[in-house]
């Protein structure tokens, strides 16, 4: 368990990681996107699946697997209607056009979750070389899901159940030209990558 | 109606929804709904028809390798568990169980230790619930989508909803 102290620098640490995640997401779907971190929380696992809300609702999630100093998955997550505006609004189509995930509706949310995942992995990289550590992170093509919040949740977090009843998870926000959009970023560390994260706060 | 800690032991009240976390383990006897959301982990309901008792357990990794601090979690340690609250539920009479299993869906690895995980689970119930004669009379395992699994206490009828799909009863 990472003390509150801990946690609190971690934060810190994630935020300057979501600095070039929201300058990528602004490029990409061509307005102010600010990608916020909550906070690195340390959950018990039967409340963990909880972290989106309802764990019973049907979500969408992209989700990438982290391999090298790092392990673990990425993971963007949003309901139907917060997943078709982000189409709408990469295809430049009218609010309301998408409505069902087809091929080219999961092509731009999985494309966006490729290029967010990756600014936000490479200034973990550079964060990591700082700090005399291999800076090697490499992401897998992210995969799409349409699940119950919890199911999909207990798979990204099964690495870590293996070795605690404790999730360690960092939960993001993302607004949209100022406006909080329904997504969420979560990054979560496989049981092995957590002794570097503490590492990281020496 | 509450999922109960490791080592609680209570009477649940009928008519009521309880769900059952990772890890956890419910009994209930009479009505009542038991429930528990699946992705890789296997939810496994015992049920003795003639006293309409039941327990559910949400089952997330095959072995527990000694630990013996959250019993629901880990397969060797949630059966036998299952079976000690439903004997202190019911206290002289002898038990009669019949099992149904649901879940241990492989749906994405993101690392190689998760990619076989359900399919673990599995094998792992059925050897245990085989061990203790216990027939398994309802299945709905596998696959790459999640489930969530309700046990209607009052007739031993589990209902399996799938994103997308029609509800199956076992």
């Known amino acids: 368990m990472l003390t509150e102290r801990q946690l609190d620098a971690l934060t810190a640490v994630f935020r300057e990681g979501a600095q070039d995640a929201s300058l990528a997401c602004s490029r990409w779907v061509g307005r102010t996107a600010q990608i916020v971190v909550q906070r690195v929380e340390q959950l018990d696992m039967g409340d963990a699946v909880a972290v989106l809300g309802a764990s019973e609702e049907p979500i969408s999630a992209c ?42 509706e999961r092509s731009a949310v999985l494309e966006t979750t490729n290029i967010v995942g990756c600014a936000y992995l490479n200034s973990l990289s550079r964060l990591l070389q700082r700090l005399g550590e291999p800076p090697e992170l490499m992401p897998s093509p992210p995969q799409f899901a349409r699940d119950y919040a919890s199911a999909i949740l207990q798979s990204v977090f099964l690495n870590q159940v293996m070795s605690s009843d404790t999730i360690f998870l960092t939960e993001t926000r993302f607004h949209l030209d100022g406006t909080p959009a329904n997504w969420n970023l979560l990054f979560v560390p496989d049981a092995d990558s957590i002794p570097t994260l503490r590492r990281m706060l020496a | 109606m509450t999922a109960q800690q490791p080592g609680a032991n209570s009477v649940t009240k009928p008519s009521l929804e309880t769900t059952v976390k990772m890890g956890e383990i419910a009994v209930s006897r009479d009505g009542g709904l038991l429930r528990t959301l699946l992705g890789s982990c296997l939810g496994v309901v015992l049920y003795d028809r003639r006293w309409r008792a039941a327990a559910m357990a949400h089952i997330v990794l095959p072995e527990s390798r000694g630990q013996q601090e959250h019993l629901g979690k880990f397969a060797d340690t949630a059966i036998p568990e ?89």
């Open chain 1, 63 to 104: 989700i990438m697997a982290i391999e090298g100093r790092l392990t673990g998955g990425l993971m963007l997550a949003f309901d139907d209607a917060s997943g078709w505006a982000l189409t709408d609004l990469l295809l430049e189509l009218p609010p309301g056009s998408c409505s069902a995930w087809g091929e080219l």
């Open chain 2, 82 to 170: 299952m079976i000690r609250r439903l004997g202190s539920l019911l206290g002289d009479h002898p038990l009669k169980l019949t099992a149904k299993i649901a879940g241990g869906a492989n749906m994405f690895a993101v690392n190689s230790a998760a990619a076989t995980i359900g399919q673990q689970n599995v094998s792992a119930v059925e050897k245990l619930l085989d061990e203790r004669r216990i027939l398994i009379i309802g299945r709905h395992v596998g696959g790459t989508q999640g489930r969530r699994m309700a046990l209607d206490v009052a007739t031993g009828i589990v209902t399996i909803d799938v994103v997308g799909a029609t509800s199956t009863e076992l």
